[in-house]
């Protein structure tokens, strides 16, 4: 779950679990993924704030009733009271998936912005230049920390869509199934349906979804011999071995997810195409927004999470890393959110990667220690631009196996595996 209960006012953001109902007075959703509406069934009975779209995204999926969506206007200030207390909350576009949003609150005493999962591109600056007086000094920020570890090294998705297009002009004869979330990627597939100047095809759930975000100009049901849209779950090695039996078949997978890590594409050639496509902010643009907001104190909204694997490790929830960035001030104690110290939850017993931080004069530096093992994934071609002068980004025009040499060697086999043959995500 990536919800939070704000400290110190009675709200909670992406966090609808039925204990803090009489603690919490207002609830808040940022977006519909499913790790951000945990707790949401058609029972629930309390209002919840949202974007427009998101409201009607959440009756479709939940089946919550019209009477508890409160619908915000973006950019707009919208007064709450609570106990002689008030409460201004501002919302933003996310840039991230229709209806996804931000949350800026603000009391007499403090300053939040909850930024949800976000990309911060040419479309956010103009949202915060609305406010831009009144952000600053933020007292607490809740950033997306979904990639925020400097070897996430991506391309814009203008750039990402381009990748996947020139992989399907390369393989003209082939039928291609695109990975796509419950929401989120039909931005990129309006955007190839007009590169590649053919329809997308979509199952009929997908396109009654996309009849409420009315985009349906370039979509059809059903199934095409060319470009078609399936569910994440469903893009398998597997999946596309069997495909393949029907008639030549390709897959796309647009995740950032496996950006600085260490891919090794298998020895035969793969048909499940990684690229690196993401409603996430990459590492640099995760830094150009923190200083440009400069708040007090940063909270991460993604909790550190350890895998068996090992590949996915705790310091992307160590906001120590934006310190430099943080606006200091003498009254810094309000919110003690300095991010834990997660060295605890690595064990070096696990093939983690090992990160140890020091100060130096104020700065924080981390030390890396290199694993040998390289991990792999069969039959699964990474397009990854960890260094555009690396042997990735020369193997993806190529369209050859992808060799890359990060700086971060992980153990991640077993992950990989679950994803690519169970679909897991
Ligand atoms: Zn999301």
């Not at 470009?227 to 779950?233: E, G, K, Q």
């Not at 981390?366 to 990854?384: Q, T």
Request: aromatic share 10%; with cysteine.
């Amino acid at each position: 779950m990536n919800g939070h209960i704000l400290p110190g006012v009675p709200i909670a953001v992406d966090c609808f679990q039925q204990k803090t109902i009489g603690r919490v007075k207002f609830y808040f959703l940022s977006h519909m993924h499913a790790d951000h509406t945990v707790g949401l069934t058609s029972k629930w009975n309390q209002p919840i704030y949202c974007s427009q779209i998101t409201g009607r995204l959440l009756q479709h999926k939940y089946n919550i009733s019209a009477h508890l969506i409160e619908v915000l206007e973006p950019s707009q200030p919208h007064l709450l009271s609570h106990k002689d207390r008030k409460l201004t909350v501002h919302m933003l576009d996310a840039n991230h998936c229709p209806g996804s949003c931000m949350f800026f609150f603000e009391t007499e005493n403090s300053k939040i912005l909850y930024t949800g999962d976000f990309r911060f591109d040419k479309g956010i600056p103009t949202e915060f230049k609305n406010i831009y007086n009144r952000l600053k000094p933020i007292d607490l920020l809740y950033l997306d920390n979904t990639y925020c570890e400097p070897t996430c090294v991506f391309p814009n998705r203008d750039e990402a869509v381009k990748m996947i297009t020139d992989i399907c002009e390369q393989h003209p004869e082939h039928r291609v199934y695109v990975g796509t979330s419950w929401v989120g990627h039909e931005d990129l597939l309006e955007k190839l349906s007009a590169n590649l100047k053919e329809y997308v095809f979509v199952d009929s759930d997908f396109f009654s979804r996309l009849q409420l975000l009315e985009v349906v100009d370039v979509f059809k049901t059903g199934s095409s011999s060319r470009l078609n849209a399936v569910p994440n779950s469903k893009l398998t090695c597997s999946s596309i071995a069997e495909w393949n039996k029907e008639m030549p078949t390709i897959g796309i997978k647009p995740t950032a997810m496996f950006g600085g890590q260490c891919t090794t594409g298998s020895k035969s050639a793969g048909m499940l195409h990684c690229v690196p496509y993401s409603n996430h902010c990459n590492f640099l643009e995760l830094t150009e927004f923190v200083k440009l907001v400069a708040p007090k104190h940063i909270k991460p909204i993604v909790p550190g999470r350890k895998y068996k694997s090992g590949m996915e490790s705790m310091f992307r929830a160590d906001m120590r890393q934006l310190d430099n960035y943080l606006c200091i001030t003498e009254e810094n104690t309000d919110f003690q959110t300095k991010s834990d110290n997660l060295k605890s939850g690595m064990n070096k017993k696990e093939n983690l990667q090992q990160v140890q931080y020091k100060k130096h004069q104020g700065k924080v530096k981390r030390k890396v220690i290199k694993h040998k093992s390289k991990p792999y994934s069969r039959g699964v071609n990474f397009f990854n631009e960890h260094d555009k002068n690396t042997k990735a980004r020369k193997c993806a025009k190529e369209s050859l196996q992808i060799e890359i040499e990060s700086e971060i060697v992980r153990n991640c086999h077993e992950l990989f595996q679950d994803f690519f043959t169970k679909g897991n995500r």
